[in-house]
């Protein structure tokens, strides 16, 4: 299995701010994905966060709205611009360890936009 | 449109019996299937899988069963303990674990004393 870290893990944000959310994980990984599960709905994929390029966006996910940052194998961060109380989630990063066919999830990160 | 459908929002079980939860999706390009558990405060945790080629995996007290013409798959739970109370998410997706994971809503596992 996968350790992962996830800072923070919870906040309460004004609407109009932006929150950066990082991961960490103990080993290095090829893919790292970034979800979000808002209240009462399924996990929902945003992006893959690619190391050395841009992150690939899911329909209905923008960059502008969602920045993320993947400077090496084991460390990540996603950005929620000019946050909205739609934007109130759990947002989670993932790994992917083939040779072990699964994604690993993080603790997750609560938000609450006021 | 729900992709992965998990039409049971919640299920109560003895403890010692069987826990049988299913799982439903329309897409016929998933190749590779798995479940989460989930505990509150937590992110989901990996339990099983199966890829599309197989109609069956076991690990422990956990199988999942795969029919591929019913576009239907379950996780049976024997026996089933208190400590399996938690949130069951059931996830598909078309490029195997690297893929994007569809996933289903959840459903909600109590396993009573």
């Known amino acids: 299995s996968a350790v992962i870290s996830q800072k923070p893990s919870r906040d309460i944000c004004q609407r109009g701010t932006s929150l950066t959310i990082q991961c960490q994980v103990d080993?290095?990984?090829?893919?790292m994905f970034w979800y979000r599960q808002q209240p009462g709905q399924s996990l929902t994929l945003i992006a893959t966060?690619?190391?050395?390029?841009?992150?690939?966006?899911e329909s209905g996910f923008v960059i502008d709205k969602f920045p993320i940052s993947r400077p090496n194998l084991t460390f990540s961060t996603l950005t929620v611009s000019n946050m909205s109380p739609e934007d109130s989630s759990i947002y989670l990063c993932?790994?992917?360890?083939?040779?072990?066919?699964?994604?690993?999830f993080g603790p997750g990160t609560r938000l609450l936009v006021l | 449109d729900q992709q992965v459908k998990q039409n049971s929002p919640s299920l109560s079980v003895q403890e010692g019996r069987i826990s049988i939860l299913n799982c439903d999706y329309t897409?016929?390009?998933?190749?590779?299937f798995l479940w989460y558990k989930k505990y509150p405060a937590e992110g989901p945790t990996f339990l099983i899988s199966?890829?599309?080629?197989?109609d069956k995996n076991e690990d422990g007290r956990f199988t999942v069963f795969l029919n591929k013409s019913a576009k239907h798959l379950s996780l049976h739970i024997v026996p089933s303990q208190p400590g399996d109370s938690a949130v069951y998410f059931c996830?598909?997706?078309?490029?195997?674990?690297?893929?994007?994971?569809?996933f289903g809503k959840g459903t909600k596992l109590s396993v009573k004393p």
């Open positions: 993932s790994v992917d360890r083939s040779a072990q066919e699964t994604q690993y």
């Open positions: 080993s290095q990984v090829t893919m």
């Open positions: 966060a690619n190391q050395g390029s841009e992150a690939t966006y």
């Open positions: 897409n016929s390009m998933f190749d590779y």
């Open positions: 199966i890829s599309s080629i197989k």
């Open positions: 996830a598909a997706s078309t490029r195997g674990s690297q893929g994007n994971l569809i």
